[in-house]
C-alpha cells in the first residue's frame, strides 16, 4: 500500500486528489545486532533504499506530483544530487508529464544518472554545485509555472513525516535517538514534525533525541554558516547551504540533539561496516549515519543500551563507484578445479 492510502487519513488527501501509487513507503526496519553490539546500542536501520526509485524522496514526491496534477501543472522541474530527480523522473513518467532535472554536473552518482536518464525526464547539467542548481530550479519553476518538486515544495516534507510514523508504529513508539544524513535539511526535519504528531495524536508516548550527521567537507549546520564549495564522497548531502536549515536547527535544539560532522574516510569505513556486518548495502550519505554512531561510540557519548533508529536513506547500488573504491577485486582464476580448490582454502 502506497503512502497516500496508507496514511491519506494524515495526508492533506481529497477526493480530487489523484491516487498516485508506486507502493513507496513501508520499509523494512531491520535490527542490526552484530553492529548493535559493538556499539552497545539496540540498533534499527530503516531500509529507504528500497523504497521504487531507491531512496527516501519517493514518500514526499508521490503526494508533491499528485498535488501537482491536482493543480493542474504542465510540468515537473527540480535540482538534485542524484536522488530527488530520480524520484521525480519517475514519478513523473509514472503519470505521464514531462519533467526536467537539473543537476550539478560530474558530481551525481552514476545509478542516480542513469535513473533519471532511463525513466525519460530532461536531464541538464549544470556547471555549479547543487545550491547554484537549486536557485536556477526556482527561478525556472516561477518562469514557466512548473511545479517544483525539491523540498521547498511543502507536500514534500509533509509526506516525508511518514517515514516517523512507520518506525512508531513498528517498535510501538518512538525510539531513544534518531540519526540521519543531513543535506537539504529537509528529512531531519519531516522526522521530527513526524514524532511530534504522532506524540500529540497519543499514538507514540515519547520524542527522540535528533542527531543531524554532515561530511566534514560540506556541513555547514555544524559550523553554523554557508559552505561556499561543499565537497565530500557522499554526493547525496554535497551542499553548502541548506534551505531548510532553520527547520532543522529547531528540529536538533526542540528534542536536545546536536548536529556532528564526520569525515569521508570514516562515511567509507561505516559503508563497509554496515555491509560486512549488517548486509546492507547503503550509499554513502545513508551511511554517515553509522559513521557518525561509530565516532560517538569512540568518543564515549553513546549512551549504553539506546534504542537507535538510523535512516539509511538510500540504495548502495546506485553509487558502485563509491563503494569499488575501497573494496579488492574478486580473485581471477582459470577454469580449473585445482585454481577454484587453491581459491577456496580459508
Ligand atoms: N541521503 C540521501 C541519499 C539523499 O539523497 C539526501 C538528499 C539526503 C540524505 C539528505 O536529505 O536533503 O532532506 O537533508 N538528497 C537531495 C537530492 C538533496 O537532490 O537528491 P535532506
Given amino acids: 500500500m502506497g503512502v497516500l492510502k496508507r496514511y491519506g487519513e494524515f495526508l492533506p488527501v481529497t477526493a480530487k486528489t489523484p491516487a498516485v501509487n508506486l507502493e513507496e513507503g513501508s520499509t523494512p526496519l531491520v535490527r542490526l545486532d552484530r553492529i548493535g553490539s559493538d556499539l552497545g546500542v539496540e540498533l534499527w536501520g530503516k531500509l529507504e533504499g528500497c523504497n521504487p526509485s531507491g531512496s527516501f524522496k519517493d514518500r514526499g514526491m508521490?503526494?508533491?506530483?499528485?498535488?501537482?496534477?491536482?493543480?493542474?501543472?504542465?510540468?515537473?522541474?527540480?535540482?538534485?544530487?542524484?536522488?530527488?530527480?530520480?524520484?521525480?523522473?519517475?514519478?513523473?513518467?509514472?503519470?505521464?508529464?514531462?519533467?526536467y532535472v537539473l543537476l550539478p554536473s560530474g558530481k551525481v552518482a552514476m545509478g542516480k544518472l542513469a535513473q533519471a536518464l532511463i525513466y525519460g525526464a530532461r536531464v541538464i547539467a549544470v556547471d555549479g554545485n547543487f545550491d547554484r542548481t537549486l536557485e536556477m530550479a526556482r527561478e525556472a519553476s516561477n518562469e514557466r509555472g512548473f511545479a517544483i518538486v525539491n523540498s521547498v515544495n511543502p507536500y514534500r516534507l509533509i509526506s516525508q513525516r511518514t517515514g516517523a510514523w512507520e518506525v512508531c508504529e513498528f517498535l510501538g513508539g518512538a525510539p531513544d535517538l534518531h540519526v540521519i544524513p543531513v543535506g537539504n535539511a529537509g528529512n531531519i526535519s519531516a522526522y521530527w514534525a513526524g514524532y511530534v504528531e504522532f506524540r500529540d495524536r497519543g499514538k507514540s508516548s515519547s520524542l527522540p533525541r535528533m542527531m543531524g550527521f554532515q561530511a566534514e567537507g560540506a556541513a555547514p549546520l555544524v559550523t553554523g554558516r554557508p559552505c561556499p564549495n561543499p565537497e565530500t564522497v557522499a554526493t547525496?548531502?554535497?551542499?553548502?547551504?541548506?534551505?531548510?536549515?532553520?527547520?532543522?536547527?529547531?528540529?536538533?535544539?526542540?528534542?536536545?540533539?546536536?548536529?556532528?560532522?564526520?569525515?569521508?574516510?570514516?562515511?567509507?569505513?561505516?559503508?563497509?561496516?554496515?555491509?560486512?556486518?549488517?548486509?546492507?548495502?547503503?550509499?554513502?550519505?545513508?551511511?554517515?549515519?553509522l559513521a557518525g554512531l561509530m565516532k560517538l561510540k569512540r568518543e564515549g557519548r553513546l549512551g549504553e543500551g539506546l534504542r537507535?533508529?538510523?535512516?539509511?536513506?538510500?540504495?548502495?547500488?546506485?553509487?558502485?563507484?563509491?563503494?569499488?573504491?575501497?573494496?579488492?577485486?574478486?580473485l581471477s582464476i582459470g577454469g580449473t578445479m585445482e585454481e577454484l580448490m587453491e581459491a577456496l582454502r580459508p
Fill in 236 to 289: 547525496a548531502i554535497r551542499i553548502g547551504n541548506p534551505v531548510s536549515a532553520h527547520l532543522a536547527r529547531a528540529a536538533v535544539a526542540e528534542s536536545g540533539g546536536e548536529f556532528l560532522s564526520v569525515p569521508d574516510d570514516e562515511i567509507l569505513d561505516a559503508q563497509r561496516v554496515l555491509a560486512a556486518k549488517g548486509g546492507i548495502f547503503a550509499e554513502p550519505a545513508s551511511c554517515i549515519t
Fill in 62 to 99: 508521490v503526494l508533491a506530483v499528485a498535488k501537482a496534477l491536482e493543480d493542474g501543472a504542465r510540468a515537473l522541474v527540480c535540482a538534485s544530487t542524484g536522488n530527488t530527480s530520480a524520484s521525480a523522473a519517475a514519478y513523473a513518467a509514472h503519470v505521464g508529464v514531462p519533467c
Fill in 308 to 330: 537507535v533508529v538510523m535512516v539509511l536513506t538510500g540504495n548502495g547500488l546506485k553509487d558502485p563507484d563509491a563503494a569499488l573504491s575501497q573494496v579488492g577485486k574478486p
